[in-house]
Protein backbone atom coordinates (compact mmCIF):
# COMPACT_ATOMS: atom_id res chain seq x y z
CA UNK A 1 0.00 0.00 0.00
CA UNK A 2 0.95 3.38 -0.74
CA UNK A 3 0.39 6.61 1.95
CA UNK A 4 0.56 9.92 1.11
CA UNK A 5 1.26 12.24 4.33
CA UNK A 6 0.77 15.78 4.41
CA UNK A 7 1.54 18.32 7.12
CA UNK A 8 -0.48 21.36 6.21
CA UNK A 9 0.27 25.07 7.82
CA UNK A 10 -1.15 28.09 7.21
CA UNK A 11 0.90 28.79 4.08
CA UNK A 12 2.95 25.33 3.88
CA UNK A 13 2.52 21.72 3.04
CA UNK A 14 5.33 19.23 3.32
CA UNK A 15 4.35 16.00 2.22
CA UNK A 16 6.10 12.11 2.07
CA UNK A 17 4.61 9.19 -0.36
CA UNK A 18 5.65 6.32 1.23
CA UNK A 19 5.49 2.65 0.00
CA UNK A 20 4.46 0.41 3.01
CA UNK A 21 5.92 -2.42 1.79
CA UNK A 22 9.18 -1.60 3.05
CA UNK A 23 8.19 1.67 4.94
CA UNK A 24 10.78 3.66 2.55
CA UNK A 25 10.05 7.23 1.21
CA UNK A 26 9.02 7.26 -2.72
CA UNK A 27 9.44 11.03 -3.01
CA UNK A 28 9.07 14.02 -0.53
CA UNK A 29 8.34 17.93 -1.05
CA UNK A 30 7.19 21.04 0.59
CA UNK A 31 5.03 23.99 -0.60
CA UNK A 32 5.63 27.13 0.50
CA UNK A 33 4.37 30.86 0.56
CA UNK A 34 0.69 29.34 -0.46
CA UNK A 35 -1.54 32.50 -1.29
CA UNK A 36 0.96 34.48 -0.92
CA UNK A 37 3.61 36.13 -3.69
CA UNK A 38 6.93 34.15 -3.98
CA UNK A 39 4.72 30.72 -4.02
CA UNK A 40 6.67 27.26 -4.98
CA UNK A 41 7.28 24.46 -4.70
CA UNK A 42 10.15 21.72 -3.99
CA UNK A 43 9.99 18.03 -4.82
CA UNK A 44 12.55 15.17 -4.62
CA UNK A 45 12.73 11.40 -5.63
CA UNK A 46 16.00 9.87 -4.18
CA UNK A 47 19.33 12.03 -4.93
CA UNK A 48 17.09 14.25 -7.83
CA UNK A 49 15.08 17.34 -7.25
CA UNK A 50 12.95 19.86 -8.84
CA UNK A 51 11.68 23.38 -7.50
CA UNK A 52 8.65 24.78 -9.13
CA UNK A 53 7.95 28.80 -8.81
CA UNK A 54 4.15 28.85 -9.66
CA UNK A 55 0.96 30.79 -8.29
CA UNK A 56 -0.62 28.70 -5.78
CA UNK A 57 -3.30 30.55 -4.53
CA UNK A 58 -5.00 28.02 -1.78
CA UNK A 59 -4.58 24.69 -0.49
CA UNK A 60 -6.54 23.16 -3.19
CA UNK A 61 -3.84 24.53 -5.94
CA UNK A 62 -1.10 23.31 -3.61
CA UNK A 63 -2.62 19.70 -2.88
CA UNK A 64 -3.40 19.44 -7.07
CA UNK A 65 -0.01 20.48 -7.91
CA UNK A 66 1.57 17.10 -5.18
CA UNK A 67 -0.78 15.00 -7.05
CA UNK A 68 0.87 15.82 -10.27
CA UNK A 69 4.20 15.64 -9.38
CA UNK A 70 3.84 12.00 -7.67
CA UNK A 71 2.28 11.18 -11.01
CA UNK A 72 5.01 12.79 -13.44
CA UNK A 73 6.85 10.58 -15.38
CA UNK A 74 10.51 11.18 -14.25
CA UNK A 75 10.15 12.68 -10.32
CA UNK A 76 7.04 11.12 -9.80
CA UNK A 77 6.50 7.70 -7.86
CA UNK A 78 3.01 6.73 -8.95
CA UNK A 79 1.24 5.33 -12.06
CA UNK A 80 -1.52 6.61 -11.02
CA UNK A 81 -3.59 7.84 -7.97
CA UNK A 82 -5.35 5.03 -8.09
CA UNK A 83 -2.22 3.48 -6.47
CA UNK A 84 -2.68 5.72 -3.27
CA UNK A 85 -4.07 3.72 -0.85
CA UNK A 86 -5.01 6.37 1.76
CA UNK A 87 -3.72 9.83 2.89
CA UNK A 88 -2.75 10.19 6.48
CA UNK A 89 -3.02 13.89 8.11
CA UNK A 90 -0.79 15.89 10.77
CA UNK A 91 -3.51 17.40 12.97
CA UNK A 92 -2.19 19.26 15.79
CA UNK A 93 -5.10 19.66 18.10
CA UNK A 94 -7.43 16.29 18.93
CA UNK A 95 -8.63 17.51 22.68
CA UNK A 96 -9.66 14.63 25.07
CA UNK A 97 -11.51 13.04 22.52
CA UNK A 98 -9.13 11.97 20.44
CA UNK A 99 -6.56 9.53 22.47
CA UNK A 100 -5.59 8.15 19.09
CA UNK A 101 -5.68 8.54 15.25
CA UNK A 102 -8.61 8.66 13.64
CA UNK A 103 -10.43 7.90 10.07
CA UNK A 104 -11.38 11.18 9.04
CA UNK A 105 -15.21 11.80 9.18
CA UNK A 106 -18.06 14.38 9.81
CA UNK A 107 -17.80 13.58 13.67
CA UNK A 108 -13.88 13.63 13.76
CA UNK A 109 -13.89 17.04 11.11
CA UNK A 110 -16.20 18.31 13.75
CA UNK A 111 -14.15 17.59 16.65
CA UNK A 112 -10.90 18.73 14.69
CA UNK A 113 -12.98 22.22 14.17
CA UNK A 114 -14.31 22.29 18.01
CA UNK A 115 -10.66 22.46 19.21
CA UNK A 116 -9.79 25.10 16.92
CA UNK A 117 -10.07 27.55 19.92
CA UNK A 118 -7.08 25.41 21.54
CA UNK A 119 -4.97 25.49 18.52
CA UNK A 120 -6.52 28.74 16.96
CA UNK A 121 -3.53 28.71 14.05
CA UNK A 122 -2.83 25.34 13.51
CA UNK A 123 -6.00 23.15 12.92
CA UNK A 124 -7.58 25.63 10.71
CA UNK A 125 -4.71 24.85 8.35
CA UNK A 126 -4.43 20.93 9.03
CA UNK A 127 -8.41 21.23 7.83
CA UNK A 128 -7.66 22.67 4.89
CA UNK A 129 -5.47 20.19 3.54
CA UNK A 130 -7.83 17.44 4.98
CA UNK A 131 -10.84 19.12 2.80
CA UNK A 132 -8.35 19.87 -0.70
CA UNK A 133 -7.53 16.18 -0.42
CA UNK A 134 -11.38 14.87 -0.01
CA UNK A 135 -12.07 17.07 -2.82
CA UNK A 136 -8.99 15.89 -4.94
CA UNK A 137 -9.52 12.25 -4.13
CA UNK A 138 -13.24 10.89 -3.18
CA UNK A 139 -13.66 7.33 -1.65
CA UNK A 140 -9.31 7.57 -0.98
CA UNK A 141 -9.57 7.34 2.84
CA UNK A 142 -8.14 10.32 4.85
CA UNK A 143 -5.99 9.83 8.42
CA UNK A 144 -6.42 12.13 11.50
CA UNK A 145 -2.82 11.48 13.16
CA UNK A 146 -3.20 13.64 16.49
CA UNK A 147 0.25 15.41 17.91
CA UNK A 148 -2.05 15.74 21.05
CA UNK A 149 -3.34 12.15 21.33
CA UNK A 150 -0.17 10.27 22.76
CA UNK A 151 -0.42 12.26 25.94
CA UNK A 152 -3.95 11.25 26.49
CA UNK A 153 -3.00 8.56 29.04
CA UNK A 154 -1.29 11.31 31.16
CA UNK A 155 -3.44 11.18 34.60
CA UNK A 156 -5.65 13.95 36.28
CA UNK A 157 -2.39 14.96 38.69
CA UNK A 158 -0.81 15.89 35.39
CA UNK A 159 -2.56 17.71 33.44
CA UNK A 160 -4.70 19.58 35.98
CA UNK A 161 -3.80 23.26 36.76
CA UNK A 162 -3.78 24.59 39.89
CA UNK A 163 -6.05 27.29 39.08
CA UNK A 164 -10.32 27.21 39.72
CA UNK A 165 -11.69 23.61 38.38
CA UNK A 166 -14.32 25.05 36.72
CA UNK A 167 -11.94 26.35 33.78
CA UNK A 168 -11.20 22.90 33.28
CA UNK A 169 -15.09 22.00 33.44
CA UNK A 170 -16.11 24.26 31.43
CA UNK A 171 -13.46 25.42 29.03
CA UNK A 172 -11.20 22.31 28.60
CA UNK A 173 -8.25 24.33 30.17
CA UNK A 174 -5.74 21.90 30.83
CA UNK A 175 -2.19 20.71 29.83
CA UNK A 176 -2.37 18.49 26.94
CA UNK A 177 1.26 18.73 25.15
CA UNK A 178 2.22 17.93 22.09
CA UNK A 179 4.87 16.22 19.75
CA UNK A 180 2.99 12.60 20.69
CA UNK A 181 3.69 11.09 17.28
CA UNK A 182 7.60 11.91 17.88
CA UNK A 183 7.72 10.96 21.85
CA UNK A 184 5.87 7.42 20.83
CA UNK A 185 7.65 6.28 17.86
CA UNK A 186 11.42 7.36 19.35
CA UNK A 187 9.58 5.76 22.65
CA UNK A 188 8.92 2.56 20.87
CA UNK A 189 11.98 2.32 19.34
CA UNK A 190 14.48 2.70 21.94
CA UNK A 191 12.56 -0.47 23.60
CA UNK A 192 13.38 -2.24 20.32
CA UNK A 193 17.22 -0.95 20.06
CA UNK A 194 17.10 -2.34 24.16
CA UNK A 195 15.57 -5.70 23.25
CA UNK A 196 13.08 -5.31 26.09
CA UNK A 197 9.11 -4.96 25.84
CA UNK A 198 8.07 -0.79 25.82
CA UNK A 199 5.76 -2.00 28.86
CA UNK A 200 8.55 -3.02 31.42
CA UNK A 201 10.44 0.33 30.28
CA UNK A 202 10.71 3.66 31.90
CA UNK A 203 11.55 6.41 29.66
CA UNK A 204 12.28 9.93 29.23
CA UNK A 205 11.97 11.55 25.60
CA UNK A 206 13.83 14.99 25.09
CA UNK A 207 12.27 16.50 21.77
CA UNK A 208 14.38 19.23 21.13
CA UNK A 209 13.80 21.01 17.85
CA UNK A 210 12.59 24.57 17.29
CA UNK A 211 10.16 23.63 19.65
CA UNK A 212 10.66 21.41 21.99
CA UNK A 213 9.14 18.97 25.13
CA UNK A 214 10.29 16.43 27.59
CA UNK A 215 7.79 13.36 28.21
CA UNK A 216 7.86 10.90 30.68
CA UNK A 217 7.11 7.46 29.57
CA UNK A 218 5.98 4.95 31.34
CA UNK A 219 5.43 1.52 30.22
CA UNK A 220 4.60 2.85 26.60
CA UNK A 221 2.43 5.51 28.15
CA UNK A 222 2.78 9.28 28.48
CA UNK A 223 2.57 10.10 31.74
CA UNK A 224 3.51 13.43 31.77
CA UNK A 225 4.72 16.30 29.16
CA UNK A 226 6.17 19.46 29.54
CA UNK A 227 4.35 21.13 26.75
CA UNK A 228 0.84 22.44 28.09
CA UNK A 229 -2.53 24.11 27.55
CA UNK A 230 -0.66 25.82 24.69
CA UNK A 231 3.16 25.57 23.05
CA UNK A 232 5.04 27.69 25.22
CA UNK A 233 5.59 25.86 28.81
CA UNK A 234 8.78 23.71 29.42
CA UNK A 235 11.92 23.82 28.12
CA UNK A 236 13.57 26.86 26.74
CA UNK A 237 12.83 26.37 22.99
CA UNK A 238 14.14 28.74 19.82
CA UNK A 239 11.57 31.38 20.02
CA UNK A 240 9.03 29.69 22.63
CA UNK A 241 9.57 31.10 26.19
CA UNK A 242 9.08 27.94 28.25
CA UNK A 243 8.17 28.06 31.88
CA UNK A 244 7.78 31.47 32.94
CA UNK A 245 5.84 32.46 36.44
CA UNK A 246 2.14 34.11 36.04
CA UNK A 247 3.69 36.96 37.44
CA UNK A 248 6.06 37.60 34.55
CA UNK A 249 2.52 37.48 31.95
CA UNK A 250 0.50 39.96 33.86
CA UNK A 251 3.88 42.29 34.04
CA UNK A 252 4.21 41.88 30.30
CA UNK A 253 0.35 42.62 29.90
CA UNK A 254 -0.02 45.49 32.29
CA UNK A 255 3.30 47.40 31.01
CA UNK A 256 2.53 46.64 27.23
CA UNK A 257 -1.37 46.67 27.44
CA UNK A 258 -1.75 44.95 24.22
CA UNK A 259 -2.49 40.88 24.53
CA UNK A 260 -1.55 40.47 20.56
CA UNK A 261 1.83 41.57 21.93
CA UNK A 262 2.41 39.90 25.05
CA UNK A 263 1.64 36.56 22.49
CA UNK A 264 4.35 37.42 20.21
CA UNK A 265 6.90 38.66 22.72
CA UNK A 266 6.55 34.60 24.43
CA UNK A 267 5.82 32.89 21.07
CA UNK A 268 8.16 34.58 19.03
CA UNK A 269 10.88 36.65 20.55
CA UNK A 270 11.86 34.77 23.82
CA UNK A 271 13.59 31.27 23.99
CA UNK A 272 17.21 31.07 23.24
CA UNK A 273 16.64 34.29 20.18
CA UNK A 274 15.56 36.47 23.64
CA UNK A 275 18.15 35.40 25.83
CA UNK A 276 21.11 35.42 23.42
CA UNK A 277 19.97 38.40 20.74
CA UNK A 278 21.86 36.18 18.62
CA UNK A 279 19.89 33.62 17.19
CA UNK A 280 16.57 30.94 17.42
CA UNK A 281 19.04 28.58 16.09
CA UNK A 282 21.07 26.24 18.46
CA UNK A 283 24.13 26.00 15.71
CA UNK A 284 24.55 30.26 16.12
CA UNK A 285 24.02 29.93 19.74
CA UNK A 286 27.11 27.40 20.07
CA UNK A 287 28.83 29.14 17.75
CA UNK A 288 28.62 32.56 19.54
CA UNK A 289 29.33 30.99 22.54
CA UNK A 290 32.39 29.48 21.73
CA UNK A 291 33.62 32.91 20.83
CA UNK A 292 32.90 34.13 24.35
CA UNK A 293 29.35 35.90 23.68
CA UNK A 294 28.17 35.59 27.47
CA UNK A 295 24.58 35.87 26.58
CA UNK A 296 24.43 33.39 23.94
CA UNK A 297 26.65 30.94 26.74
CA UNK A 298 23.53 31.79 29.25
CA UNK A 299 20.64 30.37 26.60
CA UNK A 300 22.35 27.42 25.82
CA UNK A 301 23.25 26.98 30.54
CA UNK A 302 19.56 28.17 30.35
CA UNK A 303 17.95 25.29 28.16
CA UNK A 304 20.13 22.12 29.20
CA UNK A 305 19.51 23.47 32.71
CA UNK A 306 15.66 23.24 32.26
CA UNK A 307 15.81 19.84 30.28
CA UNK A 308 18.13 18.19 33.31
CA UNK A 309 15.42 19.63 36.28
CA UNK A 310 12.47 18.02 33.62
CA UNK A 311 14.34 14.53 33.55
CA UNK A 312 14.95 14.82 37.15
CA UNK A 313 11.32 15.40 38.17
CA UNK A 314 10.19 12.75 35.65
CA UNK A 315 12.17 10.26 37.28
CA UNK A 316 10.85 11.34 40.25
CA UNK A 317 7.75 10.75 39.26
CA UNK A 318 7.64 7.26 37.49
CA UNK A 319 10.04 6.21 40.58
CA UNK A 320 13.01 5.73 38.43
CA UNK A 321 13.98 5.69 34.71
CA UNK A 322 15.75 2.94 32.21
CA UNK A 323 16.64 5.11 29.50
CA UNK A 324 16.56 8.78 28.36
CA UNK A 325 15.99 9.52 24.40
CA UNK A 326 17.29 12.69 22.91
CA UNK A 327 15.93 13.40 19.55
CA UNK A 328 14.86 16.10 16.95
CA UNK A 329 17.11 18.46 15.56
CA UNK A 330 19.30 19.75 18.88
CA UNK A 331 18.56 15.95 20.35
CA UNK A 332 19.95 14.19 17.69
CA UNK A 333 22.57 16.88 16.71
CA UNK A 334 24.23 18.60 19.32
CA UNK A 335 26.70 16.53 21.33
CA UNK A 336 27.48 19.91 23.41
CA UNK A 337 24.07 19.59 24.65
CA UNK A 338 23.89 16.06 25.23
CA UNK A 339 26.88 16.59 27.51
CA UNK A 340 25.41 19.64 29.42
CA UNK A 341 22.42 17.47 30.00
CA UNK A 342 23.71 14.96 31.73
CA UNK A 343 26.76 16.39 33.60
CA UNK A 344 26.53 15.44 37.19
CA UNK A 345 23.52 13.46 36.92
CA UNK A 346 25.57 10.09 37.91
CA UNK A 347 24.07 10.39 41.19
CA UNK A 348 20.65 8.68 39.58
CA UNK A 349 22.75 6.36 37.49
CA UNK A 350 23.23 8.35 34.65
CA UNK A 351 26.75 8.31 32.82
CA UNK A 352 27.74 9.56 29.27
CA UNK A 353 30.50 8.20 27.24
CA UNK A 354 31.88 11.21 25.84
CA UNK A 355 33.66 8.53 23.62
CA UNK A 356 30.26 7.57 22.16
CA UNK A 357 28.53 10.68 21.99
CA UNK A 358 31.18 13.26 20.60
CA UNK A 359 30.49 13.98 16.76
CA UNK A 360 27.52 11.67 16.64
CA UNK A 361 24.49 13.54 14.67
CA UNK A 362 21.41 11.91 12.98
CA UNK A 363 22.16 8.24 14.05
CA UNK A 364 20.49 5.67 16.70
CA UNK A 365 22.72 5.09 19.07
CA UNK A 366 23.39 4.58 22.66
CA UNK A 367 25.55 6.98 24.08
CA UNK A 368 26.13 6.21 27.93
CA UNK A 369 29.17 4.10 29.64
CA UNK A 370 28.43 0.63 29.24
CA UNK A 371 28.33 0.69 33.24
CA UNK A 372 25.57 3.21 33.08
CA UNK A 373 22.75 2.04 34.98
CA UNK A 374 20.04 4.40 32.72
CA UNK A 375 20.86 4.11 29.16
CA UNK A 376 21.03 7.43 27.36
CA UNK A 377 20.24 7.17 23.67
CA UNK A 378 20.14 9.20 20.36
CA UNK A 379 16.86 8.24 18.60
CA UNK A 380 16.51 10.00 15.50
CA UNK A 381 12.43 10.93 15.26
CA UNK A 382 10.30 9.98 12.21
CA UNK A 383 6.74 11.59 12.86
CA UNK A 384 5.83 10.93 9.24
CA UNK A 385 6.63 7.54 9.30
CA UNK A 386 4.38 7.06 12.56
CA UNK A 387 1.41 8.69 10.68
CA UNK A 388 2.14 6.69 7.41
CA UNK A 389 1.70 3.43 10.25
CA UNK A 390 -1.33 4.72 12.05
CA UNK A 391 -2.77 5.55 8.57
CA UNK A 392 -2.06 2.17 6.83
CA UNK A 393 -3.56 0.57 9.97
CA UNK A 394 -6.86 2.49 9.82
CA UNK A 395 -7.43 2.53 5.61
CA UNK A 396 -7.04 -1.66 5.84
CA UNK A 397 -9.27 -1.93 8.84
CA UNK A 398 -11.45 0.87 6.80
P1 LIG B 1 11.58 21.91 14.11
O1 LIG B 1 11.02 21.98 15.50
O2 LIG B 1 11.39 23.18 13.33
O3 LIG B 1 11.22 20.66 13.35
P2 LIG B 1 14.26 20.80 14.15
O4 LIG B 1 13.90 19.51 14.79
O5 LIG B 1 14.69 20.79 12.73
O6 LIG B 1 13.15 21.90 14.34
O7 LIG B 1 15.45 21.44 15.03
C1 LIG B 1 15.99 22.68 14.77
C2 LIG B 1 17.07 22.97 15.79
O8 LIG B 1 18.08 21.96 15.68
C3 LIG B 1 17.77 24.31 15.59
O9 LIG B 1 17.93 24.97 16.84
C4 LIG B 1 19.13 23.89 15.06
O10 LIG B 1 20.13 24.80 15.41
C5 LIG B 1 19.35 22.58 15.77
N1 LIG B 1 20.40 21.83 15.09
C6 LIG B 1 20.36 21.23 13.88
N2 LIG B 1 21.59 20.71 13.58
C7 LIG B 1 22.41 21.02 14.61
C8 LIG B 1 23.79 20.80 14.91
N3 LIG B 1 24.57 20.14 14.05
N4 LIG B 1 24.28 21.24 16.09
C9 LIG B 1 23.50 21.91 16.95
N5 LIG B 1 22.19 22.17 16.74
C10 LIG B 1 21.66 21.74 15.58
Known amino acids: MKILVLNCGSSSLKYQLFDMTDESVLAKGLVERIGISGSRIKHSKGAESTVRETDIPDHTSAIKLVLELLQDAKLGALKSLGELGAV ?7 GEKNDKSAL ?19 NPANLMGVRAMQTALPGVPNVA ?6 HQTMPPKAYIYGIPYKYYENDRVRRYSF ?3 SHAYVAARAAEILAKPASSLKIITCHMGNGSSVTAV ?28 ASVILYL ?7 KKVSDILHKESGLLGVSGVSSDLRDIEEAAAKGDERAKLAADI ?12 AAVMGGVDAIVFTAG ?25 SKNDGLRGKEAIISADDSKVKVMVVPTNEELMIARDTRRLAEKS
Do not use: Q, W
Open 253 to 259: MEKEADL
Open 218 to 245: DGGRSVDSSLGMGTTPGILMGTRCGDVD
Open 88 to 94: GHRIVHG
Open 179 to 181: HGM
Open 330 to 354: IGENSDVTRREVTRGMEFMGVKLDD
Open 303 to 314: LCTTVKKYIASY
Open 145 to 150: AFDTAF
Open 104 to 122: IDASVIKDIEDCTYLAPLH
